[in-house]
């Protein structure tokens, strides 16, 4: 069975920082794309990140780049999101997707390319 368990949400404040973790069990992430969604009250989930299998390709929405780092150690079957200056907008329950296919690419912004998902984790940013 497999299961992803994202860890680091939390209460911080306005300009902080935060360090999501994602851990995998069941399923290799070696070889897979991988990606971080937000979902706030109210609206549809939305892109954050993704990582192709080596780390060597790498997508950011608009409105975390220059601002979060998506990373991942194979070995560790684990993904991260770095996350600095942290604003009241990136509020949300933020989840960790894999993907079943071995392929990557622009399109891995979109949910759909997804087939496995964590159960998600609250951050919370107050002014």
């Known amino acids: 069975q497999v299961q992803l368990v994202e860890s680091g949400g939390g209460l911080v404040q306005v300009g902080g920082s935060l360090r999501l973790s994602c851990a995998a069990s069941?399923?290799?992430?070696?070889?897979?794309?991988l990606g971080w969604f937000r979902q706030a009250p109210g609206k549809e989930r939305e892109f954050v990140a993704a990582?192709?299998?080596?780390?060597?390709?790498?997508y950011y929405s608009d409105s975390v780049k220059g601002r979060f780092t998506i990373s991942r150690n194979n070995p560790k079957n684990t993904v991260y999101l770095q996350m600095n200056s942290l604003k009241p907008e990136d509020t949300a329950v933020y989840y960790c997707?894999?993907?079943?296919?071995?392929?990557?690419?622009?399109?891995?912004?979109?949910?759909?390319?997804?087939?496995?998902w964590g159960q998600g984790t609250q951050v919370t940013v107050s002014s």
């Open positions: 069941g399923i290799t992430f070696s070889n897979r794309p």
């Open positions: 997707a894999a993907s079943a296919s071995r392929r990557y690419g622009s399109e891995f912004r979109q949910p759909d390319k997804y087939d496995y």
């Open positions: 990582i192709s299998w080596s780390g060597s390709s790498i």
